[in-house]
């Protein structure tokens, strides 16, 4: 069956791409959320893998390009829709948030069709997006300023939707997280859609952390039965929760620790030293648990994060 997503149709075995359309910016070129769409040959699931949220968190964009163009249609069960880069103005800005408007995107679903670009982008993802897919994957990095543990988040009171694509994304932690809303994440659990949020690397551009977006996209996808072989699961996973220290002081941040690294209670993360050396700040793990996020940036302002600390909320077994 012909699989249509906002204005673009794909015909069972084919590819094609797209735009669905948000504005015009002042160059005159549209704007809007770029598509892939690989409709296969075979009935099966939809499922949307997006990037580039935040513009400056650039190994999704090129995860989603390369599942793409290795997905045979021939042999695909169901539809796969990338979104290599949602938020092209924050793309175009190298920056975490929107050049248009400074919007976080990832705080503002499910956006407003008559507001700023960012919320119109948000509604037009809402809208058009969401009700077209059967899950969403959203793929994202610690961005320029930080680097990430592997890690993926199933939104806390979704388990039941999200917790068999979370487990199959692959990395050992699972982040309950998401006391934040605004994700593109929870406007698909709340229009029923299993949806998480995979994170890996950050602070740059790495084929490494490509290669573990591409292995969580694949193996999601084998399953939900979508490529032959089974699924690998990990024998247990840990459940983590979040907690993000701010600066009380402007300097230049030493790390102590990486993301991933297990520390007990009073462990030495980071600091902050002024331009002569002096001490400010130290950032000490506030319990036994596990470093999910280190600031790589080294410049910090009073109020930045420098630090998500995850404190051990339990074990998984699939
Ligand atoms: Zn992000």
New binding site residues.
Partial sequence: MTYTIGPVSCAPGERVQGLIPVGVSTYGVDLGIPLIVINGAAPGPVLCVDGG??GD?YDGMEAIRRVLAETDPATLRGTLVGIPCVNAPAFEAAARTSGLDHANL?RIFPGDPDGSYSLRLAAAFVEQVIPAVDALVDL??G?AYGEIAPLTIVQGGYEELATGIGLAAGHPLIWKGGKWGGTARLSALQAGKPAITVEAGGGTYREETVALHVRSVRNIMRHLGMIDGQAELLDTYTEVSGTFARSSAGGFFLGHADPGEECKQGDLIGRVVDHYGAILEEIRAPQDGIVLWVRRIRTVRTGDEVVIFGAVEGELRP
Avoid: M, Y
Wanted: glycine share 14%.
């Fill in positions: 949220v935040h968190e990832n994202h990095t961005g």
